[in-house]
Structure formats: structure tokens, C-alpha cells
């Protein structure tokens, strides 16, 4: 209840005049954004321009926020719907509608790494931070949302505008489809070291 107060009053000076205020939600936020941008847009060139444009709508729209959720998720929404009509002019597709098993897994158990690869390629976070990456969009961002930013069922589905279920769905898609990347990609002992 805390942060919604703090939100308010934030909001308020801003709304007041005190625009260069709008600098702390950058930074309180700047994350949030980042993980829904840089996951859901796979072209590093427009990322930045992308979490420039999702600032300048909450600027732009904050007069509008009525509270009727945290900040957080309203930022997030238009994190998410900035993206996603981004994706839409790139004709992109939002979830692969191939099975994993039809994914390739066989080609990529092919290419699996030794103890040494991996340690070229860095530790375990920036491996699942590159296969996450490689998830279709929305298994990826639910994924993100919920894992990277802690989020509730609730809340993904309000940033999303996905029913509950599709969200439970598509997060556990996401872990199967994860997991069956690592194992055909990796072999198990170099996942656990």
C-alpha cells in the first residue's frame, strides 16, 4: 500500500508541473520496460527507440492513470501493447504454433556443447538468457513477467490482456519448452555446474 501512496504522490507533482520528476518513474521502471521490450523485439536497433516511445506514452498518458492498478502494471501494459503493435507492423508471430518436438529438438540435440563450449559462451544465467530469447514472443514474456519481475497470475494477464489460463498456459510451455531446449542443446552436467 506503501508504493501505491508513493506512486500517487509521485504522480501528482509530475501532473503538477514538477515534469522533471517523470526521471524517478524512468528509473524505478526502466527495467520493467527493458524486459518486455528486449523480449518480445528481437531487432537490437529498435529496442532502445522502442523503450523511448513506451516513456513518452506514460508521459503522455499519465494524466489518465486512475490507480485502478499498481503503476507498474499500467507501465507494463503499454510496455507490452508498444511491442506488440511493433511486432504487428513487422508481421512477426507471437507463438510458434509448432510443438516442441516439431521445433527442430532433433537438429539441436545434434549440436550439443562440451564442459569446454560452455565455458567459452559464459556461465548459466546468459545461456537461458539466450535460449529464453529464442522463445516465441508471448511464451517468453509471460515467462519474463512472471520469473524476472515476480508477477502474479492476475497481473500478467492484465498486462497481456490474456485470460488466466492462457497465461498459466503459456508460462508452462514456456518451462517445457525451455527445459527440452537446454537438455537437447546441453548435456545435464554442464547445466548443474
Not at 516513456?55 to 510496455?79: C, D, P, R, Y
Not at 508471430?93 to 556443447?113: Q, S
Not at 565455458?119 to 513477467?145: F, H, M, W
Request: overall charge negative; glycine content about 4%; proline content about 3%.
Amino acid at each position: 500500500m506503501e508504493q501505491r501512496e508513493e506512486s500517487k504522490q509521485l504522480v501528482a507533482r509530475i501532473l503538477a508541473g514538477h515534469t522533471e520528476e517523470f526521471e524517478a518513474v524512468i528509473e524505478r521502471y526502466k527495467k520493467l520496460v527493458a524486459h518486455i521490450v528486449f523480449k518480445m523485439v528481437t531487432i537490437e536497433a529498435d529496442r532502445e527507440d522502442i523503450c523511448q516511445e513506451v516513456f513518452v506514452k506514460v508521459f503522455q498518458k499519465l494524466g489518465s492513470f486512475k490507480f485502478e492498478s499498481k503503476l507498474s502494471t499500467w507501465i507494463a501494459t503499454i510496455a507490452y501493447n508498444t511491442s506488440l503493435n511493433y511486432l504487428e507492423k513487422k508481421r512477426a508471430p507471437l507463438v510458434d504454433d509448432l510443438m516442441p518436438e516439431e521445433n527442430g529438438l532433433e537438429r539441436l540435440a545434434a549440436e550439443t556443447y562440451s564442459p569446454e563450449d560452455c565455458a567459452d559462451r559464459g556461465n548459466l544465467s546468459e545461456i537461458l538468457i539466450e535460449e529464453i530469447d529464442k522463445l516465441p514472443v508471448q511464451y517468453g514474456t509471460v515467462l519474463v513477467l512472471y520469473h524476472l519481475e515476480e508477477m502474479p497470475y492476475r497481473e500478467i494477464s492484465e498486462i497481456t490482456g490474456l485470460p488466466d489460463g492462457t497465461v498459466k498456459s503459456h508460462l508452462f510451455r514456456a518451462r517445457k519448452l525451455l527445459k527440452d531446449r537446454l537438455l537437447a542443446k546441453y548435456k545435464m552436467e554442464d547445466l548443474c555446474r
